[in-house]
C-alpha cells in the first residue's frame, strides 16, 4: 500500500467520464428510441455493457483508493455520479428527448406533404396493453382545454392521454386492460389518428 502523497501516476483523467458516455450512449438511448425494448434480444449485448462496466468502475475504484490515487479515484466517483444524473434524466423525460431529437425529421417529411393533409401521425412504440404515438394536427383539434396540461379520453373501452408537445405536434398514448380490448381499440386507435377531427376528447 503507497503512503499518501507517495501515489505514482494519480492525476486527474477524462478517461472514466467518457467511458460513463460510451456506456449511456449504448445502454440508456437506445431504451428512449424503444429501439426493440429491454427485453429485445437485440439489447442483451448492449445491456451486458452496464453490468460489465459497473463491476469494473467499483474495481478500478478500489484499486485507486488502495494505492492512495485520490486523483483518479474523484474523477471516476464523479463519472459515475454524471453518468447516474443524465441516465435518470434521459429516462425521466424520455418523450421529450426523444421528440426534440426526432422532431426535425417529422418537419422534414410535413414539408414534402400535400396542403391538404393538415394531420400526420408516427408510431412510437406498443406492446400488451399499450401503443404511443406522435401526431401532429395543424387544427390543434386534440389540445388541452384552457388551464390544463393533458386530455384523458377513451377508444372502445381502453383510455387515452394526449399531451401537447408544441407546434401543432401530439403524444397519444393508449392504455388497456383487457387483451381483446386491446387488439379493438388499438384499431380504432389507428384509425383515429388520422381523421381531421377531434379523436380522443370525452364529450
Not at 429485445?40 to 453490468?51: K, T
Not at 387488439?183 to 380522443?200: D, I, N, T, V
Amino acid at each position: 500500500m503507497t503512503p499518501p502523497g507517495k501515489a505514482v501516476g494519480d492525476r486527474f483523467t477524462s478517461i472514466p467520464p467518457l467511458v460513463a458516455a460510451v456506456v449511456w450512449l449504448l445502454t440508456i438511448v437506445p431504451l428512449v428510441y424503444d429501439i426493440g425494448g429491454p427485453l429485445d434480444p437485440s439489447m442483451f449485448p448492449a445491456l451486458a455493457i452496464f453490468p460489465a462496466a459497473l463491476i469494473g468502475c467499483v474495481v478500478f475504484l478500489s484499486v485507486c483508493l488502495f494505492r492512495w490515487r485520490w486523483r483518479l479515484a474523484v474523477s471516476t466517483m464523479a463519472a459515475g455520479v454524471v453518468f447516474l444524473g443524465a441516465a435518470t434524466l434521459t429516462l425521466k423525460f424520455s418523450h421529450e428527448v426523444r421528440f426534440q431529437t426526432m422532431r426535425p425529421i417529422y418537419l422534414f417529411e410535413l414539408a414534402f406533404q400535400p396542403d391538404s393533409l393538415k394531420t400526420r401521425s408516427w408510431a412510437w412504440s406498443g406492446g400488451i396493453g399499450y401503443q404511443e404515438s406522435i401526431t401532429y394536427d395543424e387544427a390543434d383539434l386534440d389540445a388541452p382545454p384552457r388551464g390544463k396540461t393533458s386530455v384523458v379520453g377513451h377508444v372502445e373501452g381502453c383510455t387515452v392521454r394526449t399531451l401537447p408537445m408544441g407546434g401543432h405536434f401530439y403524444f397519444h398514448r393508449l392504455s388497456c386492460d383487457d387483451s381483446q380490448a386491446d387488439f379493438e381499440a388499438g384499431y380504432a386507435f389507428g384509425s383515429k389518428l388520422q381523421e381531421p377531427s377531434s379523436r380522443f376528447k370525452d364529450p
